[in-house]
């Protein structure tokens, strides 16, 4: 086959990914297959699946309503994801020749005011890719490094099409609607962002993150913050 081919299916388990690579021959394009996410519990589910790697790919397979999570971990909320370094997308296809759209992550609640590095994923590194989701409503309160969808941020990132919209987020220091706080040896892209969290807290708050040191190494394009 030639051109890029993306593949979803519904593993029997996260931490035990179907290697497809015996069965698919490409051309010239690449093939990912990604686990579907069905429910705020499987979303939570990736912290004990494949974080790294080839075969670490999540896609969204509907909008999730995550309200459950306020009563969760004694009113703690939903347990950020630590040390990602995989795919997750919410690609949502709305027709031929119509752009893509996002799904939502709707009413998340976490509630951690002692822990650092919080966000639907708390720390990501090399190989990270974000794309086409919403987070939607809801509740994210942590320390340091605070963001709706990454805490903390390293290495080779790529964050496209992602949108952040009236989620209250809140903590000490280095808070942002998107990412917390990302550090000198993040490279990559952030494409397409857009911010309209309610954010709050003491030094180095901010709209699309909190505080980058160095941006040589990345590519920014089409950022709002609103």
């Known amino acids: 086959s030639s051109g ?4 979803f299916y519904n593993p029997s388990s996260y931490s035990s990914p179907t290697n497809f690579s015996s069965r698919v021959t490409m051309g010239t394009g690449t093939f990912t297959p990604y686990m579907l996410v069905n429910s705020i519990t499987k979303l939570d589910s990736i912290r004990s ?3 790294s790697g080839a075969l670490a790919n999540y896609a969204l397979a509907k ?3 995550a309200s459950v999570t306020s009563t969760w971990n004694s009113g703690q909320g ?3 994801i ?3 370094a995989g795919k997750i997308t919410g690609r949502k296809f709305l027709g031929p020749n119509v752009p893509l759209g996002s799904y ?8 951690r005011p002692t822990q650092d590095n919080v966000g639907i994923l708390g720390i990501v590194s090399s190989g990270v890719t974000l794309d086409y989701m919403t ?3 809801g509740s994210i309160i942590g320390r340091n490094n605070v963001g709706g969808f990454v805490g903390l941020l390293n290495g080779a990132t790529k964050l496209k099409n992602l949108t952040n919209l009236s989620t209250n987020i809140s903590g000490a220091d280095y808070i ?3 990412t917390g706080y990302r550090n000198n040896t993040a490279t990559g892209y952030f494409q397409s962002i857009t911010n309209s969290a309610n954010i709050s807290g003491g030094q180095y708050v901010g709209g699309l993150w909190g505080e980058g040191i160095g941006t040589a190494n990345l590519a920014l394009s089409d950022l709002r913050n609103t």
């Open 135 to 137: 987070l939607k409503g």
């Open 78 to 80: 939903f347990n950020p």
């Open 104 to 111: 939502e992550i709707q009413n998340l609640t976490i509630n």
């Open 176 to 178: 942002g609607g998107i």
């Open 63 to 65: 909008d999730i309503d």
């Open 82 to 84: 630590g040390s990602f």
């Open 4 to 7: 890029d081919v993306n593949f």
């Open 49 to 51: 699946g494949t974080l």
